[in-house]
């Protein structure tokens, strides 16, 4: 068992700017070398405008479309001539840029980076083309059927809150994306504020070469309006279904969602959610054994609850290797979270799933870019990084009766939506 | 090959050898990491299987990393990893197949011994031969063929560019080869390939001394010595361009062309086709001719990329995954789905983007930016133990480090020297190409009739010197001959 020591165990200095912007410097042994991430707490569930769908993910596009200063052409050199590895992504939740890179980079990057949060500029007909990448990007994913079953989950799942879409969002609002420039001009103003920004910088650098960097390069940056509140989404009543056709081969697939609790690390049920996970889906676990190495009706099964700022599913996928077995899959896994809910497991057993979890978390923290990536997600979620040990002292707290009880809280017919791919039925036009 | 000066000063990496057994061994001590890597490489790949019996090697490696041992059953290996949090890793390709994993070094002793047990006492049990099995078919027939379809173009581009080669099916196996293959071809693959000579033991970061020459040590209970590995055949050679359109149903259409070249990681030239394949569209980058002129001044689609060596994504980075070495390599562009309106723009324009740089040389700025971005770059190929110890391998067996060549040979690189090497092996006469979606048979027909095929834009001001170019690129040649055109369904690919 790994020594109770800290999860994240790397010195760390923070500083707030009068602006309200937050800077995390991590020092990490990454000789020459460091991650420069840019966190903005927006993702698809800030977008509550009707129409909108998609629009966070379409905006981190635009971000690389340049400046005044630094026009489109003039950044990418600067990129490219620091060799660095530099990309972004968005989530439900929040919009992440990243940029790795040799440490003597570092005022360059601060630079450029400050220089396109503040001073963002492009033109209707950048923006324009912008719009058939990210449609280029959907219609990659199209191809994949998880793609269409994910987006009839949330759909079906939701009716109020905007997890209702997924981050790349409906077919028909990027489709009129070049039509939103106006609008983007507000998301930018509105969210792209020092205030709704943290800063976390990871490698072979010092809070003393950091700091006064970014004092410089960010401290005249004003806050920002107040956000539209998202709506809450009110319980599930009845269990929802679809079905989503596939034309073409595959193999037939279930995707089950359960409203389950948002992130925290005060909440136990959170926690416990997360034990669930392992304890039916893990590879070592009954259910696998038996749909996957002893009956073979299965080819892949996962579930488990991402970490989100709001109430969000908890899914189960499982790839079926023939049609007729998906409704006794969809049963034996009720059957299975069940027999959880009534006989919970062995002290043991839980006590394992907790020392592989801080093993697994430890495993992911091997480069500056990891160590950063790993931060991100935990201070766009919470805004603090002691959020990280914060989770797994609640994890090592969390009892086969904590278990049991949100097996029975949160996995009920009425709280479930399930989505069945059937690649023998005839397309239908979308 | 001739080599040049600055090649030849680089020192080739060298694997530690052992009087009691013909193993190979790569060790990076890293003390203060808490994690260790280790990498198990044997050079047997798809390019091994049996005539018939195509997909034998990828079932082989399957039936020892991902099913049980004499001493367990795979369900009892898996409830052996879990609290380690530990997975074998099993991948490969055409030469070679790998089994690695990153374990805490607090399990490192357990884990080995697992992962020995995997190598040296496989199970070979029929219910693990018949999941495995299923698995490699439904892959084969089911995700790839419909799932995921510029995987699928790049399958497929393999069977053409490499048609009549032992490169030219997937690695995952045929249909026909898949159903043709047994549990006694199983356990006699293993036998004559998993072998001491094939094999090269790796271990990373923060391990006890004496653990790597114990550990191998280990391996010498396999047979010393294999069926011995045949000389890979010339890829045959094609004329003219080829255009394979497998047509199914989507939204966009996946773009993948390339050839065969004569150039690996070991020949001096790799390294100025590398800066120009990185010019024209280092992966997942933004900065490329490709990437600029496709995505980001036409928003035809969402990225466009070129490499000099069959590439693979290490999960979700940016960069290459490590142990796929080849002895043939290629050519490729990968453009990602575009709009099937377009489709034919956008070959045509990754085709005279190419002959532009092979007819016209590298522009002297793009050379400059392009020198100094790989310089810094390519530090990033191998950030942790695991990416480490993996090149560190693949230069055991290319007889030269990618990282290190680079880094000692961009200081002194010239225009010229990429200039000529991209004139000596790049050229798009033979390119093999192929698309995957619907609205094939429109394109076929342009194609063959040689008519235009403009771009279809739903965007407004297009600035005036991309329309005059546009009008350019719409009518370059593409001379595919009709009979270089098939047209198949997807349900008709890798059946033998």
Redesign the interface.
Known sequence: M?APAKAFPFPTTIKTLANGLRVFVVAF??P??VAYYSIVRVGSRNEVEPGKSGFAHFFEHMM?RGTARFP?EKY??A?????????AFTSDDMTVYHI???TS?LPTIVTIEADRFRHLDY???EF???????L?????G????LQPMVEALYDNAYTTHTYKHTTIGFLRDIEDM?NQFAYSRQFFDRYYRPDNVILLVVGDVTAAEVLPLIETHYGGWQKGPPHPEVPPEPPQTEEKRARVP??????PMLLLGFHAPAFSTTNLDSAAMEVLAELVF???SPL??RL??DE?KV?HLEGGCERHVDPNLFTVFARV?QAKDVPYVEKTIYEEIARLAAEGVREKTLA?VV??????F??QL?????VALVGSEFLALTGSLSAIDDTFDLLARVTVADVKRVAAKYFTPQNRTVVVLD?EAP?EPQ | MSLSAAALSVPSQVAETSPAHPIRMIRLPSP????VTVRLLFQVGAADDLPGKEGLAHLTAAMLGEAGTLKRT??EV??A?????AEIHVYGDKDAFVFTS???R??LDAFATLLAEQILTPRFST?DF??LK??AL?GL???L??????NLGKQALATVMYARHPYGHPTLGTVAGLAAITLDDVKDFYARHFTQDRLMVGVAGGYPESFPDAYAARFAALPAQGQPRPQLAPVPARKGMELLLVE?????N?ISMGVPIDVTRSDADFCPLALAASYLGEH????GVLM?SM?????????DYAYVENFIQDGWT??PLPNIPRRRQHFEIWL????PKSAGFAIRQAIYETDKLIREGIPAAGFE??R?????????WA????RRLGYAMDAVIYGRDIIADLLARLPTMTKDEVDRAVRKHLSTKDLAIVVVGDGVRELAAAVSSGAATPIVY??????AEVLAEDKHIESYPLPVAKAQIRIVS??GLFEK
Do not use: C
């Not at chain 2, 995505?295 to 990225?303: D, I, T």
């Not at chain 2, 100094?372 to 990033?380: A, G, Q």
């Not at chain 2, 950030?383 to 695991?386: I, K």
């Open positions: 790994l042994d990454s020459g070398l690389f489109t990418n050199a990129i490219k001539a620091m060799g660095a590895d530099s990309n790795l890179a040799g980079a033109s209707e007909a324009q083309k912008e719009a058939r990448a990210v280029g990007e959907y219609n990659k199209a191809s994949n059927p070049p596939w034309k073409g081969a595959s193999l893990a590879e070592r696998f054994r996957v190495l073979q080819e290797k394992e020392s592989r979890t801080r093993y697994a430890t495993g091997s480069t500056a870019n990891k690649p397309h | 203060a990491s808490p994690l795979w369900s898996l409830d990893l879990y609290p380690m949090a990153t374990v805490h607090d399990n219910e018949t999941r299923q698995d439904d027939t089911k995700t063929r419909g799932n995921d379809d510029e199914k149903s989507a939204l966009g996946a997942r980058t933004f900065t600029i995505r980001q001044k036409r928003g035809l689609n969402y990225g940016t960069f990602r789905p575009v709009p930016a392009t100094t971005f790989l310089s810094n770059y390519v530090n990033l950030q942790d133990g695991s739903d965007t407004r001001d297009t600035p997807a349900a």
